[in-house]
């Protein structure tokens, strides 16, 4: 497993980038993986869903729905991408830190 | 070859195409061809997989169309560490022009193994294998050369159809304009997965379903006609008098007996209400039966292969729909499907198995469409049996 340095602290990462250790997570991290994904500054939009997904995560240790995220936060697919260009998988839930998303491609 | 892959060359024996022949070949010039080899000869000798579950790459404003694979003993193959797939949509029929084709394969040799699977069963064309960091400038120069992604994951996948009228005389409506409005309405759908699941719709211009839609798409779209066979009696005639068993070949074998040779008067009779539009006789006088000219399509939903549960064949949902631009019916049936199903559905859960959960009576109220005997599903053969 591939390490790196995120907010300061040498984090483990996957080969996709995402962080091995979500407890460790903190505003800083999600910075540093922010700038990766071209969703830095993160403004308080992006923060609103981050947060959200963090939330949810630490709540049923697992990713939300789509149609849960767009519903609950208010931010429509369009305007998540245009925040996060990965996408809410590949972008957001990494910077919230929330571990691969699994799914059948 | 330098490489040693004993139980890799078992399948270059017979007389069949081999895909180990064709990756030795691109071995030569491409080292994650090579690799890909190792990779697959140490698969069948540890008798496991060592591609990793999953992987979540992409390209920017995409959720889908790329698929992303890693192999688990990268420090062993350095060249096939990454070998991410990309889902490329096809043109509707798979018309290409030599041109695009040459375009293709000179970009895929540029940022991939060079290999590609035309076509993938999703009917994309498949590049097969390239690394994180190449994604981006590939996706790049694929659309300048007016290529773009296809569906993947929880998404509207890449939409489908047979050649149709382009190249055949029984298609009942425009399969190719049909699968290219509806790829251009849905672009958001396709790139955007937002769904519990994957949705896929196909369309075959009549019931021989050359692309298997009945059998492989969510919403499936069967071109038929709603008037009668056209039959040319001089035509059958002709078949009959050059040694043609009509009898055995066509009448006996209808499978709702609507056919009926007159042997007295040379005459192919058809009780037109017993016709279920099985293509039989068709397929076999081609020269004399013709499907009707009042054509259309049936819609028939929840198709799938097995995951959660079984393989579904699609059903009857509406028997029959004049299929002609700007196909607002179609549009509208299936968004408010998607909402339904995205409402309800479970994570992974296809369109067939949240019916089948729900119950086809809740579904049909949704959708606003009245149940009619054609939508049972069993025993059923066609949307024109009534009972």
């Known amino acids: 497993m591939a390490k790196t340095t995120l907010g300061g602290i040498e984090m483990e990462i996957d080969e996709d980038g995402f962080i091995q250790e979500p407890d460790k997570w903190n505003k800083e991290i999600a910075e540093d993986i922010a700038k990766l994904e071209s969703a830095y500054p993160m403004t308080e939009e992006h923060w609103k869903l981050v947060n959200y997904l963090r939330d949810y995560f630490l709540k049923y240790e697992i990713a939300p729905p789509i149609r849960m995220l767009v519903k609950q936060t208010g931010l429509d697919l369009k305007k998540i991408y245009q925040l996060f260009p990965g996408g809410p998988a590949k972008g957001a839930c990494k910077i919230a830190g929330l571990p691969k998303p699994t799914g059948c491609v | 070859m330098d490489e040693d892959t004993p139980l890799l060359d078992e399948l270059e024996k017979g007389p069949w ?42 390209v920017t404003g995409y959720g ?12 062993k193959f350095p060249d096939a560490a990454a070998f991410h797939t990309m889902r490329v949509n096809h043109p509707a029929g798979w018309f290409y022009s030599t041109k695009s084709l040459r375009q293709l394969c000179d970009i895929w040799e540029q940022y991939g193994s060079g290999m590609t699977n035309m076509h993938g069963s999703t009917g994309d064309a498949i590049l097969l294998g390239t690394t994180t960091d190449n994604l981006q400038p590939c ?7 007016g290529f773009d992604l296809g569906g993947s994951g929880s998404a509207l996948r890449t939409i489908a159809g047979c050649v149709g009228q382009a190249r055949c005389e029984w298609s ?30 196909k369309a075959s211009g009549c019931p021989n379903d050359c692309v298997a839609a009945i059998a492989r798409a969510d ?18 005639r002709n078949y009959v008098d050059n040694g043609f068993d009509i009898k055995t070949l066509v009448v006996d074998r209808c499978p709702s007996e609507a056919l009926e040779w007159d042997e007295k008067n040379k005459e192919l ?19 004399a039966i013709r499907p009707g000219v009042e054509g259309g399509a049936t819609i028939l939903i929840g198709g799938k292969a097995p995951i959660i549960k079984g393989a579904y064949l699609s059903w009857v949902l509406v028997p029959f729909m004049k299929i002609e631009p700007p196909y607002d019916e179609i549009k509208d049936l299936l968004r408010k499907i998607w909402d339904w199903w995205d409402e309800n559905g479970r994570t992974r859960e296809r369109l067939a198995e949240l019916i089948e959960r729900i119950g086809l009576k809740n579904f049909l109220k949704e959708m606003g469409i009245p149940p009619v005997p054609q939508m049972v599903y069993k025993p059923r053969a066609n949307p024109y049996v009534y009972f």
């Open chain 2, 172 to 201: 009942n409506f425009d399969t190719l304009k049909l699968v290219y409005d509806l790829t251009m309405e849905f672009q958001d759908e396709i790139h955007r997965p937002r769904w519990p699941y994957k949705f896929k719709i």
């Open chain 2, 139 to 145: 996706f790049d120069s694929l659309t300048e050369a």
């Open chain 2, 219 to 236: 919403f499936t779209i069967i071109g038929t006609w709603r008037d009668t066979l056209r039959i040319d009696q001089n035509a059958v």
């Open chain 2, 64 to 75: 889908s169309g790329v698929i992303g694979r890693y192999c688990d003993v990268p420090e």
């Open chain 2, 17 to 58: 195409p081999s895909y180990v022949k064709e990756i030795k070949r691109m071995a030569k010039k491409n080292k994650a061809a090579k690799d890909l080899l190792g990779i697959q000869e140490l698969s069948y000798k540890d008798r496991v997989t060592h591609w990793k579950h999953g992987g979540i790459v992409g």
């Open chain 2, 269 to 287: 009779k058809l009780q037109a209400d017993d016709c279920v539009r099985c293509m039989h006789c068709i397929n076999k006088m081609t020269k």
